[in-house]
Structures are given as structure tokens and as C-alpha cells.
């Protein structure tokens, strides 16, 4: 018995992955997801290019290798599993195809990055099966994490670090004086800027939460537990950061937590915090039981069959490889399609609205200030003056929407962070009468040493109205998609406010009411140009 044994060797996991069809389909996944690449590298390289250039994203360069490690972890438990090719990847593909269509035609360059990782992982399972795919599902899903996504979370962070900061002060017995993202206390100025709205250390924490989960627990609800710790310790830890720093400066006469030393106890209190979390996370761990493999191998007639059977399936592999290329190869040709003509160099120019209702044009410009919109064919601020009440009307026209130039893009803003005049001290939705309609605007309060201004905007596209950046992206892709006329403009109105900003706002309603014509009017014949 133990001669006939030893006459049965063991298979090593390379052995069984050969045995089982992945000599032809490895090969062939990686060469089919750099082809994919290839195909959608300037998507790609975008991501490479927020990686490099911002601190909050850096994590990106780890992902892809984090990935490949958790996969070869796999290996055994892949080496039982025998590849083949299934069609309703395809499905999945083509959707995801679909969506980085329409991103990339209306510039949201986020959700093509979205599709991308998507196509990626659409194209494993296209090429090997559903078993092998969800036996790597968390290494795949975890290439999401690539995605330099969550800068729309900065104003809502923003606002609940004052809204935490100021409390803990109030709690303290320090007085405090707050107008928006901005606070006085008796020891000095604080304003909660982006850098201190805690993305970072949100997205450095979900990102380690998710990994933490993974490799420590195999419950699902011991995973989502930690998960929703992950997302929540670091928005409270940050509040906590704030105060902190805000406290050390305070008791230190302004001496300290004002320069470098402002972020170094930052990341110190974070990494504390991080560490006291995955160490209380470390009491419910369960370790990880690896798969058995099997040992026995195959006898000469079973070789032969399995032989033929890897020709057959190795076939299949190409076949759909060469499936999944075609398919994606529509998606980047409907886009130059699509894109033809939108980077045409046009001179338009803009004339400013004809004054109405006793409304007078002014020669001069009331105060210093100027919206920042980036790529726009044609612009103009003009002032208006009414029983010496003064207003601004700024236009910002764009023809043939692209990368770069484009209405709705996180550049166009009314003012720049960290802006050496003025700050914003505060934003809110506001609903107006708009041609008989009710329309919702960005309502917006800019503060500098001796002016304060209210500010009104919106966008306009093809004559319909919203503040609403998706439903402006949404119209946006119908105008292109449907070959529509793919004019668009931001328009800005600005009053002087004193303490109170309801007179203010009336001026600002009976400007849009006398004066909406006239600015139509000067966007019409922008258009015909």
C-alpha cells in the first residue's frame, strides 16, 4: 500500500494551474487588461496624474500593487478552479462602456475613471467565469479605491468641522464668534479651509477599514461593523484635531500649531487614532483557514482528457478576448465621433445687456471683484446702478463644451480658495421666480475688508435654467448626443449687503426681473455668431 503511494504525485499549485487552463487564460487576461489600458490611456494617465499632484490621492500608486498581492494570495484556492469564459460579462462590459461614453462626452472625468476600473473587472469575468471572479471579488472591487473620488464631501466637511470646532469651544467656555467656514475667538482669527475638511484622512481610512476587514475578519457583519467605524471615527477625529490645534495656539499665545506643525499634530492625532482603532478591531479578528488543495494527480488517460479539454477552453479564452477587445473598441471611436469639432477655436464676443426699467449702465466697476470661470470663449462684468443701489451682471459663454473648457467644471467659482481679498463666509440654495417659473440658484456671501457682497448664479443651457451641476452635465450629453446647439453660460448677479442681506436680495430679484431679457438677448446673439 505504501509503494502504490508513492506512485501518485502531489501537484503543485502551478502544476494544477496548468492542469487547468490557466497557462492559456492568464496570459490572456493580462494581455486583454493592458490592451484595455492602451485603449482608454488618457483615462488612465488622468488618474496617474491626480495620484502625483494631490496628497489627498497619493494612496492611488498603492492600489494596483495592494491588488495584485491579494490576488496571488488567491492562488490556491484559484489553482482548483478551472477558467471559462462567460457571456454575461459581456453585459456588464458593455455597460460600463456605455457610461464612460457619456461621461467622457460631457468631461466628467470621475465617472469615466469609474468605468474604466469597471471594464476592467468586467473583462476578468469575461475571461474566466464567475467562480474565479468571486473567488477575487474583494481584490477586484478593491481597484475602486484607484478612483480619486470624494472632493464634492469637502463643503459638507467643511461645514460640520466649524459646526464641531466652534461647539467644543463654546463647551470650553471660549467665546466665538462665527460667520460661515469663518470664526473669531479672543486669541485670534480660524477659518476651516479645504485642507481641513478631513477628506484625507476619511479616504485613508476607508481604504485601510475596507483592507482591515478583509484580511481580519469572514463574517459580513463583523466586515461592515469595522466598515462604518472606518467611516466614522475619522469625521469626529477630525473635529477633535481641530479643536485641538485651535486650543494648543490659543493657550500658547498664538505661538504654536500655526506653521508646518499644523499638520505634523494633525497626522499625529490621526495616526494615534488609527492605530487605537485597529488595535480594538484586532479583539474580534478570525483567522483565515486557507482552502485545501488537492494532491492527487492525474493519471495518463486523464491527462489526455484534460489536455483536450484545455485546447477546447484555451479556444474559447481567445474568442472572447478577442470579444471583449471589439466591444470596448467601440466606445473611444463613438468618442472621437462625438468629439469632432468641439476643440474648433471660436471668437465670439459679448455685448452687455441693454439696460431696462430705469436701470443705468455704470462706467465704472462698483468693487474689485470678478467671478473665476476657466475656459469660457467669451466674458463680461458690467455694473448697473438703480436709486443708487449698484449690481453686477457677469456672463461666462462657452460653444462647443470639451476637457478643459467646459461650464460646469470645480475650477468655476466665485472665488478661489485662499484668496489674498476675499472669502467666502457661506453658500445655500435659494428658490426664484424665473419667467413665470420657480428655479433654484446658488446663493453666495463674499466677505473683504470693507465690502460684502451677495451673489446670485446659475447656469444656462440652451435657454433652461438650474444651479444643479448633474442636471447641467445631464442637458449637457443630450445637446451632444443628440446634436443639439451646445450653448452654455454661467450667470452671476452681485449686490453690496450690510448686516441683514433681504434688501439685498430684493435689489437682486428686481435686477433679474428687468434685466433678464437683456441678458438673454446678449446670449442669443453669442449664439448666431
Same mark, same amino acid.
Given at each position: ?5 508513492? +506512485? ?31 485603449? %482608454? ?23 494596483? #500593487? ?10 490556491? +484556492? ?50 474566466? *467565469? =464567475?467562480?474565479?471572479? /468571486? ?6 472591487? %478593491? ?7 470624494? !472632493? ?30 469663518? %470664526? !473669531? ?6 477659518? &476651516?479651509? !479645504?485642507?481641513?475638511? *478631513? ?7 476607508? +481604504?485601510?477599514?475596507?483592507? $482591515? ?7 459580513? /457583519? ?40 499644523? $499638520?505634523?499634530?494633525?497626522?499625529? %492625532?490621526?495616526?494615534?487614532?488609527? &492605530? ?9 479578528? !478570525? ?41 470596448? =473598441?467601440?466606445? #473611444? ?18 455685448? @452687455?445687456?441693454? #439696460?431696462?426699467?430705469? /436701470? ?13 470661470? @476657466? ?29 478643459? @473648457? ?6 468655476? &467659482? ?11 463666509? *457661506? ?42 451641476? $448633474? ?59
Amino acid at each position: 500500500m505504501r509503494d502504490v503511494a508513492k +506512485t501518485i504525485p502531489k501537484s503543485s499549485p502551478a502544476q494544477t494551474l496548468n492542469a487547468k487552463g490557466w497557462r492559456t487564460s492568464a496570459p490572456l487576461v493580462i494581455g486583454v487588461l493592458l490592451a484595455i489600458l492602451g485603449l %482608454f490611456w488618457q483615462t488612465a494617465q488622468s488618474m496617474v496624474d491626480i495620484w502625483w499632484r494631490s496628497e489627498t490621492f497619493t494612496h492611488g500608486f498603492l492600489i494596483v #500593487p495592494i491588488s495584485a498581492w491579494l490576488i496571488w494570495n488567491k492562488r490556491q +484556492t484559484l489553482a482548483q478552479i478551472t477558467p471559462a469564459p462567460n457571456r454575461w460579462g459581456l453585459l456588464f462590459l458593455a455597460g460600463f462602456s456605455l457610461l464612460w461614453l457619456v461621461a467622457h462626452t460631457v468631461d466628467i472625468l470621475v465617472i469615466q475613471q469609474f468605468a474604466l476600473v469597471g471594464m476592467l473587472i468586467a473583462a476578468v469575468w469575461s475571461l474566466l *467565469g =464567475s467562480q474565479a471572479t /468571486w473567488a477575487i471579488a474583494f481584490p477586484l472591487g %478593491f481597484l475602486f479605491f484607484a478612483v480619486p473620488v470624494g !472632493e464634492g464631501l469637502i463643503p459638507s466637511m467643511m461645514n460640520f468641522t466649524a459646526d464641531f470646532t466652534v461647539k467644543a469651544l463654546q463647551l470650553t467656555g471660549i467665546p466665538v464668534y462665527r460667520e460661515g467656514t469663518f %470664526f !473669531e475667538i479672543p486669541s485670534g482669527h480660524w477659518s &476651516v479651509v !479645504e485642507g481641513c475638511s *478631513g477628506l484625507r484622512y476619511l479616504i485613508a481610512s476607508v +481604504t485601510l477599514g475596507f483592507l $482591515y476587514a478583509y484580511l481580519t475578519y469572514q463574517t459580513l /457583519w463583523r466586515r461592515l461593523v469595522f466598515i462604518s467605524l472606518a467611516l466614522v471615527v475619522p469625521v469626529i477625529a477630525n473635529g477633535l484635531r481641530a479643536y485641538m490645534i485651535v486650543m494648543i495656539a490659543h493657550l500658547s499665545d498664538m505661538k504654536l500649531a500655526l506653521g508646518i506643525d499644523h $499638520y505634523i499634530y494633525g497626522w499625529v %492625532f490621526f495616526g494615534l487614532v488609527m &492605530v487605537l482603532l485597529f488595535w480594538i478591531g484586532s479583539f474580534w479578528r !478570525e483567522d483565515v483557514h486557507a482552502s485545501p488543495v488537492a494532491t492527487v494527480g492525474e493519471t495518463p488517460a486523464n491527462s489526455a482528457m484534460s489536455n483536450h479539454s484545455s485546447e477546447s477552453s484555451g479556444k474559447k479564452a481567445l474568442v472572447m478576448g478577442l470579444a471583449v477587445l471589439a466591444l470596448l =473598441s467601440t466606445g #473611444p471611436l463613438m468618442a472621437y465621433f462625438y468629439q469632432g469639432g468641439t476643440a474648433e477655436s471660436v471668437k465670439i464676443s459679448l455685448k @452687455a445687456p441693454a #439696460p431696462a426699467n430705469t /436701470w443705468q449702465i455704470s462706467a465704472t466697476p462698483k468693487w474689485d471683484w470678478q467671478p473665476h470661470y @476657466a475656459g469660457m470663449n467669451a466674458q463680461l462684468q458690467q455694473t448697473y446702478t438703480r436709486n443708487g443701489q449698484a449690481a453686477s451682471i457677469y456672463l461666462a459663454y462657452y460653444r462647443n463644451q470639451h476637457q478643459g @473648457a467646459e461650464l460646469v467644471n470645480s475650477q468655476n &467659482v466665485m472665488i478661489e480658495q485662499k484668496h489674498p481679498v476675499w472669502s467666502n463666509v *457661506g453658500e445655500q440654495a435659494v428658490t426664484i421666480p424665473i419667467n413665470g417659473h420657480t428655479v433654484q440658484i446658488r446663493q453666495t456671501k463674499l466677505h473683504s475688508p470693507g465690502t460684502k457682497l451677495l451673489i446670485w448664479d446659475w447656469y444656462s443651457l440652451d435657454g433652461t435654467y438650474t444651479s444643479s451641476s $448633474y442636471v447641467a452635465k445631464l442637458l449637457e450629453a443630450k445637446s451632444k448626443l443628440l446634436g443639439g446647439q451646445r450653448n452654455a453660460a454661467g450667470i452671476v448677479l452681485a449686490t453690496e449687503y450690510d448686516d441683514k442681506t433681504e434688501p439685498a436680495a430684493d435689489v437682486l430679484r428686481g435686477l433679474v426681473a428687468d434685466m433678464l431679457p437683456s441678458i438673454e438677448a446678449s446670449l442669443n446673439d453669442a449664439a448666431r455668431q
